[in-house]
């Protein structure tokens, strides 16, 4: 018996695109952050060939909810409609991570597992973890402004390693070259979506935070 016959197929790639465009609108209300410099993300993955990016959203002035912390901050990140929908099935079936508690009132500390996520530092205003996932490594960053209404989420990937030729201790040229180029290139391609991604991430983030009790 066929799940999908030929006349079914057109709605497919008519969903996908109605989904894209109604990400790509959400995710314009959510802006690029300058990194400022000595916060946690700014501090790593500093080579011009890593890759590194940060949004941020405002909380409304209405906002009469939980402590504005950068705890609620990562906490919303995870149970997040997005998240939860998109993210943490892959996560917990097809890369088998432990699902995770988030009670009402939660703070990360270090040495924390979040699914593939790892809290490595953290301060009052800031949660840094490190991800790995099939043969990938990366960071999140999870940061509240003092004395602002402000949200910000960021991303770092560093550029692969390049090997070492043993002899004048430099790197092997050719090699690194081609490393270069293939990361260069992969991060072109998926660049777009990871923005629109970020972006619809923050934004559902923003909205749970609404609907929290008081």
């Not at 709605?11 to 109604?22: E, H, K, T, W």
């Not at 996520?117 to 999870?142: C, H, M, N, P, S």
Request: net charge positive; glycine share 6%.
């Amino acid at each position: 018996m066929k799940l999908l016959y030929e006349h079914d197929l057109i709605f497919i790639p008519i969903l996908g695109a109605v989904f894209v465009f109604r990400q790509y609108m959400n995710s314009r209300d959510c802006s690029r952050y300058k990194i400022p410099y000595g916060t946690l993300h700014y501090d790593t993955c500093r080579k011009k060939q890593d890759f590194k990016d940060a949004y941020y959203v405002e909380m409304d002035r209405r906002y009469t909810g939980l402590k504005l912390d950068v705890d609620l901050v990562a906490k919303s990140f995870y149970t997040s409609r997005v998240f939860y929908y998109f993210e943490r099935p892959i996560l917990k079936y097809i890369g088998r991570f432990k699902e995770p508690e988030f009670p009402l009132v939660k703070r990360f500390e270090i040495g924390e597992e979040i699914y593939c996520w790892k809290v490595v530092d953290r301060t009052d205003d800031e949660i840094f973890l490190q991800w790995k996932a099939a043969g990938f490594r990366g960071y999140t960053w999870f940061y509240r402004p003092p004395g602002s209404r402000e949200l910000v989420f960021g991303n770092s990937i560093p550029a692969p390693n390049f090997a070492i030729d043993k002899k004048t201790d430099k790197p092997v040229w050719a090699f690194a070259s081609l490393k270069k180029a293939t990361f260069a290139g992969i991060m072109a391609l998926v660049g777009p979506f990871h923005t629109m991604y970020s972006r619809s991430l923050l934004l559902s983030a923003q909205k749970i935070m609404f609907v929290l009790p008081k």
